[in-house]
Nanobody, 115 residues
Framework: QVQLVESGGGLVQPGGSLRLSCVASGSLSSIEAMAWYRQAPGNQRELVAA???????NYAGSVKGRFTISRDNAKNTVFLQMNSLKPEDTAVYYCFATTRINTYWGQGTQVTVSS
């Protein structure tokens, strides 16, 4: 089992920055990759960024160059640094982890970009 707890969401003006954190606990050695997803009202949940066990990363085209996913293995934490935020980035952001046999989700954290 893996538990995920997100933090760092909030209200920010367009052009601003936020850093999301996701602390993982449980069977950490079984995690193959972690990711951030987001879901805006009326939309499907979409992949924002992912990072593998060995540090490979992947980004949605809409956030490439603005968002950075990283991990601190010593703290069992994955980060999402979000810069140059736009109103269309407004969504609930979810942390995600996958093992060979299971997937896990955090509870989500709200990010609102508005003036």
């Amino acid at each position: 089992q893996v538990q995920l707890v997100e933090s760092g969401g909030g209200l920010v003006q367009p052009g601003g920055s936020l850093r999301l954190s996701c602390v993982a606990s449980g069977s950490l050695s079984s995690i193959e990759a972690m990711a951030w997803y987001r879901q805006a009202p009326g939309n499907q949940r979409e992949l924002v960024a992912a990072i593998t066990r060995v540090g490979g990363t992947n980004y949605a085209g809409s956030v490439k160059g603005r968002f950075t996913i990283s991990r601190d293995n010593a703290k069992n934490t994955v980060f999402l640094q979000m810069n140059s935020l736009k109103p269309e980035d407004t969504a609930v952001y979810y942390c995600f982890a996958t093992t060979r046999i299971n997937t896990y989700w955090g509870q989500g954290t709200q990010v609102t970009v508005s003036s």
